[in-house]
């Protein structure tokens, strides 16, 4: 339960505890260099969790009873304590409500509880309500735990997608909102040799290398236009399932087997956006407004302050690492993508 009444700035109550215990109710999976541990009251738990991080780059792997994880999500079929917290913000599917290091989620009528950074440790408890068991409100819960449990992990996830041209060993991201042409462009690129990562979710992590671009999401999806006007239908065999009423599941890495690249250095970043011009015109960006961009891209990296330090900084020097610029794409993307793909190459390259 969560009471919204009283108590701003309190402590959450919290298990305190990040040892794995003896369960056999106890899964962990490899992302990035990092290993979460989930622990479920049941099997069917654990198999939710499974079905889900499968649509993911998570590996699952054997650890020691010695072995710690980076951090610990512990799922529970049952109501949650009773929590005071205040001052909630709305966030889709449900509220957010922010207690000095820690964080409280009400999602799907689920109640998800992140802790501070030292404890390594998230807590939720699935609702028993039916609309809460909803296939995508449990996804949708699962989701939120993850990216929480990432961002504590030193892993911040972003709406991107990553390519690498052909003949260079550097990736160029394309940021966006829903709709800008990340995919179109990842698409278009793709048919003319360019590698990839995704196409449109990725995770950042700070190395001595600077930072370097992690694939997560296994699958694209793409809008039948999209597929039509980049001719991927005669990959009939990489073409999956509806994700929802307007996009389909693409499988880039069974159509371009040898064109994934499982992370990289970005060297360049793309702001698209779709015009109806007929040709694109690629402009420099100042760093000041990339990174402005970039951090309306990545809400978290305020609203989350215990991650929120950590999660400028990697945004910061993602901007200092790369060259930025404005892509106003045009209907040359489809008619001649050589071109732009070229264009692109040269710019990146200069």
Known sequence: ???????????????????????????????????????????????????????????????SPTQ???????????????????DGFKIEDGYC??????????VNESTILVGEPESKR??????DTTQAKHPLALNNVILYAVQS?????????????????????????????????????????VRTGWRFSTDDNLLLSETENGIIAWALRRYFTFHESTLKACKLHEFDFAIGGRVDSNKLRFDARRAFPERFVELCRPAAILFPEITNESKSR????????????????????TCDAAAA??????????????????????????????????????????
């Open 282 to 301: 690629i402009t420099p960006m100042a760093q000041s407004n990339a990174l402005a961009r970039l951090i309306e891209q990545c809400p978290w990296a």
């Open 97 to 106: 409500y922010p207690v000095d290091k820690q964080l409280l989620l009400v």
């Open 122 to 127: 998230t807590d939720v408890w699935l609702s």
């Open 309 to 350: 330090p950590k999660h400028l900084k990697a945004l910061s020097d993602l901007i200092k690492q790369t060259k930025s610029y404005s892509l106003s794409a045009a209907r040359d993307i489809f008619e001649d993508p050589s071109s732009i793909s070229d264009r692109l190459s040269q710019e990146i390259e200069s």
């Open 1 to 63: 339960m969560v009471e919204t009444s009283s108590a701003r700035g309190s402590t959450l109550t919290q298990p305190r505890s990040t040892e794995l215990c003896t369960s056999n109710h106890i899964k962990c999976y490899s992302v990035a260099d990092r290993v979460l541990a989930f622990q479920g009251v049941d099997e069917p738990t654990l198999t939710l969790v499974h079905n889900f991080l499968s649509g993911y780059f998570f590996t699952p792997v054997e650890t």
């Open 68 to 86: 710690q994880p980076d951090h610990l999500i512990v799922i529970n079929r049952a109501e949650p304590p009773h929590f005071d917290v205040a």
């Open 149 to 189: 449990a990432l961002r504590r992990a030193g892993l911040y996830q972003f709406h991107a997608a990553c390519v690498l041209p052909a003949n260079q060993a550097i990736g160029v991201l394309v940021v966006g909102d829903s709709g800008c042409g990340k995919s179109t462009l990842t698409a278009a690129l």
